[in-house]
């Protein structure tokens, strides 16, 4: 089962898995960290920011989940862009060392091996961070996605477009396809860190944490991982069922295990 972890806020979850995420900068200063972009993560952005002053970040590597498929790459919302203010930037990051999928559509159907690939070549991702979409997406890995996907391009669903179109001037504008890790790429990865926030989130979080694993709602996928935390605010845990077990898993924790 994954660790349910319940939080007060945004803040109170960004505080820990950044100090999780420094714990393992500072034990392995070539760390391989899973980067995921929307507004879901940037708590624990903004929280590493304080905790990795002073620490040596030159050689961290990091794989962006996904990518729009035909965006330009500086355009503001690309994910290369999005990942470079967020992360790269702010963090001291060397921007050689983090990769987004390439999303342009020159030899797309070879993009994502390459991907693959290079996160391979990299040792594999110790840490990966998640979102979840209010479809249970993982990643731009849809309802239906095999378990066995490896990075490859996806049709974005209308519910995902109609999510996104807030960081574009219209749906129109919101690309219709992305490269995205696959949910077999995404259960490689050591660590797997989901957080969500917001009533709008229940009901996925529930689905994938105690619902039946199926490709019908990707996020179950996580249910198959020997190591994955799930990290929610009170609203976002209100449909979970076994909500007083989980706290008082996470209260009487045992110190040498962390996060
Ligand atoms: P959000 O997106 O963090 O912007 O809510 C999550 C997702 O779609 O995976």
């Given at each position: 089962m994954a660790e349910i972890v319940i939080v007060r806020d945004k803040a109170e979850a960004g505080a820990l898995v950044a100090d999780e995420i420094a714990g393992l900068i500072r034990a392995d200063p070539e760390a391989v960290l899973g980067l995921a972009t929307g507004s879901t993560p940037l708590p624990v952005y903004e929280a590493l920011r304080p905790r990795l002053q002073g620490v040596d970040v030159?050689?961290?590597?990091?794989?962006?989940?996904?990518?729009?498929?035909?965006?330009?790459?500086?355009?503001?919302?690309?994910?290369?862009s999005v990942i470079t203010r967020e992360v790269v930037e702010p963090l001291g990051l060397d921007p050689s060392r983090i990769r987004t999928p390439d999303g342009s559509p020159e030899g797309i159907e070879?993009?994502?091996?390459?991907?693959?690939?290079?996160?391979?070549?990299a040792g594999g991702i110790d840490l990966q961070i998640l979102g979840i979409g209010t479809d249970g997406h993982i990643g731009f890995n849809e309802p239906g996605s095999s378990f066995a996907s490896i990075t490859r391009v996806k049709t974005l669903t209308e519910q995902t477009r109609r999510d996104n179109a807030r960081f574009f001037d219209s749906i129109e504008d919101v690309p219709m396809h992305c490269i995205t890790q696959g949910l077999g790429t995404i259960l490689r990865a050591r660590h797997l860190v989901l957080l969500a926030f917001g009533e709008g989130k229940a009901a996925a979080v529930a689905g994938a944490v105690e619902g039946p694993v199926t490709a019908s709602l990707p996020g179950s996928a996580i249910q198959l991982h020997p190591h994955a935390t799930v990290v929610v605010d009170e609203a976002a845990a209100s449909h979970l069922t076994?909500?007083?077990?989980?706290?008082?898993?996470?209260?009487n924790k045992p110190d040498w295990q962390g996060l």
């Open positions: 030159s050689r961290v590597r990091g794989f962006a989940l996904d990518e729009y498929v035909g965006i330009d790459p500086a355009h503001p919302e690309s994910y290369r070879h993009h994502g091996d390459e991907y693959e690939a290079a996160i391979v070549e076994r909500a007083g077990y989980y706290r008082y898993a996470y209260a």
